[in-house]
Structure formats: C-alpha cells, structure tokens
C-alpha cells in the first residue's frame, strides 16, 4: 500500500508561487512512486492546478467545502464543484477552521457526507488543543470529535475514509509529538471506529495519517512508524527542497 503525503498549502502562496511550486513538485517528486502525493492549494487555484497535474500521479485536495450541497452560501465552494474540477480528495475539520471559523462538528459531518456524496475522499483532521492535552483530555476530545464527524455517515464503511490526527500544539509551532505515540493514537482511534462500523472497516478502508510541524529532519521517524499510512505537511510542504527531503525520507 502507498502511503501518502498530503501538501496543505493553506493560504502561504498566491497565483504564480502555487504553479511554480506545482511545476517542481512534478519535476522533483516523481520518483517517489511508493507515495501518493497529493496538494492542497486555494481554492482558487484549484482549476489550473488541476490542469497541470493532468497526466501526473499527484493528486488534487480542496482544503474545505462547504456544509450543504449548493445554494445561497457566500463565499463558498461545494463539493460537487471541487469534484468537477479534478479534486479526489478534501480536507475535512482542520483545527485552523474549527478555532478561527468556529467551525462544528456537526458542520464537519455534513461535510463528510457531503464528500462522499459527490466523489470525494475526505481527509477529516482530529485533535486536542494544549489545554486539553494539559488537563489529560485528549482521548476525550478524539472520541467526541470522531464520533460526531463520523455518525450516520452515507457510504461507510464501504468507501475509503482519511484520519489525519493533528495535535493543534503541534500545528505551526515546531513542536512534533514523538512519533511512537501514534501506537496510541492508533488503539484509540481504532476502538472508536470499531465500535461505529467495524474492526475490519478501520483495517481495510481508514488510513490513520499525521500532521503537525512535520519537516525534513523528523518526518522519517513517522514514515517509520508501521501504523503511520502518511503524513499532512502543512508549512514545509511550500519549500519544494523540504518536500523533497521529507518524500525521500519515507525510503
Ligand atoms: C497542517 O496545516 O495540517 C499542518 C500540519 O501544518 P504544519 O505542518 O505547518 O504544522
């Protein structure tokens, strides 16, 4: 099974940056055939991205849609457009637009079925704040935050779902959790979907990914860590150089 590396590029890089960095990606990551790669720009560069990448093995993600189908909801995209225009997958939940967007979980589950509903595979991102890790919350936190994205879900446990859990401390502030905690990470997290679908739904069809400050020097000890099936690289996946170092160290 290919692992993945998912590029979160955010809001860090405008028109021209976001092709230029594309345009490398494909020169330089190519090789890496035991990854699937895949990148998250803008929305609004998600059309000519996808022109690029067109007759490559890199894959498109949006990095949200919105909670409902379609219709009056300004400033939104939805999940049938992000399909249309070449998405395979959507990032679902990121701790950024649950804490400055005020995002729910119950917004985040219509969300997920609104992915599945539309082609998309999404990548639903799970995790604890400092003050929850702090005051020995974190497995509380998980479960609620899985339960209530993953309830009553259209298409599971057939379709392929992403589990990417992401510390928020971790986020953007150079801190990494060490890589063995994701033995942890992983009982739990496979208890909670066994007790929604099934044992052999989480083995088969849930790839448990990590993000949070990942860069080129401790992505490795995560590549090695059998439970680990990828990575979310948000702020070293704009350096082409770091994205290289990072695929290379899954070797
Ligand atoms: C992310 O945005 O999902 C992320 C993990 O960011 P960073 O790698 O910058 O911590």
């Keep these: 099974m290919k692992k993945l590396l998912i590029a979160n590029w955010k809001m860090y890089l405008k028109?021209?940056?976001?092709?230029?960095?594309?345009?490398?990606?494909?020169?330089?990551?190519k090789k890496f055939s035991q990854l699937e790669i895949v990148?998250?720009?803008s929305d609004l560069y998600l059309i000519k991205s996808a022109?690029?990448?067109k007759k490559t093995k890199l894959k498109l993600a949006a990095q949200n849609i919105a909670q409902i189908e379609?219709?009056?909801?300004?400033?939104?995209?939805?999940?049938e457009m992000a399909h249309e225009i070449g998405c395979k997958y959507t990032i679902v939940g990121h701790s950024e637009r649950r804490i400055h967007l005020n995002e729910t979980d119950d917004q985040i589950n219509k969300?997920?079925?609104?992915?599945?509903?539309?082609?998309?595979?999404?990548?639903?991102?799970?995790?604890e704040t400092l003050k929850d890790k702090v005051d020995e919350n974190r497995d509380t936190v998980l479960t609620v935050q899985l339960r209530n994205a993953l309830s009553k879900v259209n298409g599971l446990p057939e379709k392929e779902l992403l589990i990417a859990y992401e510390p928020v401390w971790a986020i953007g502030t150079g801190k990494t959790m060490e890589?063995?905690?994701?033995?942890?990470?992983?009982?739990?997290?496979?208890?909670?979907?066994?007790?929604?679908?099934?044992?052999?739904f989480y083995e088969n069809k849930v790839k448990l990914?990590?993000?949070?400050?990942?860069?080129?020097?401790?992505?490795?000890?995560?590549?090695?860590?059998?439970?680990?099936?990828?990575?979310l690289v948000g702020s070293a996946s704009i350096d082409n150089e770091q994205t290289y170092n990072i695929a290379h160290s899954s070797l």
């Design 209 to 231: 990914l990590y993000g949070g400050s990942i860069n080129s020097i401790n992505a490795k000890e995560f590549w090695l860590n059998e439970v680990v099936d990828g990575l």
């Design 70 to 79: 379609e219709g009056a909801l300004t400033g939104e995209v939805s999940a």
């Design 15 to 29: 028109e021209k940056q976001t092709l230029d960095l594309i345009k490398k990606y494909k020169e330089r990551l």
């Design 111 to 127: 969300k997920i079925n609104l992915a599945y509903n539309n082609g998309l595979t999404p990548i639903l991102c799970i995790g």
């Design 51 to 53: 022109e690029l990448l």
């Design 39 to 41: 990148v998250a720009p």
């Design 179 to 200: 890589a063995e905690e994701m033995l942890t990470i992983n009982r739990l997290i496979k208890r909670i979907i066994s007790s929604l679908y099934s044992e052999s």
